[in-house]
């Protein structure tokens, strides 16, 4: 085929497919468009924790039921992320190490380096609203 007589066809076909699929979305009562914020969105939830300075940031942070908290060691010494209630618990990360932890239950966690204790943090953990 030549340039001209595929370059057509191809548009012809775009534009037949939006034509077909366009009032679909429309049926069930609503003209609403399709957003990406849609109820039936399930990606999980996830948040960064920095270790720099020997401090956790940010901290605390709050979040909703189901997210999972990544803490990342950007630090140059070795560093753990412990729960006050032992329910977590990293290795030493070295630089650049991460750890995570999904937090299903609602509740505030308070939260510790045990290479250096006076490290201290929390997170804050709430229904979904």
Known sequence: MDRPITLMFFLAMAFAAVTIVQPALGQGGSDAPLTAASPYDTAPLSRTITIDNFSFMPAPMTIPVGTTITWI??????????????QFKSKALDTDEKFSYTFDKPGTYSYFCSIHPKMVAKIIVEEAK
């Open 73 to 86: 060691n950007r630090d140059d010494v070795p560093h753990t992320v412990v729960a006050e209630n032992q």
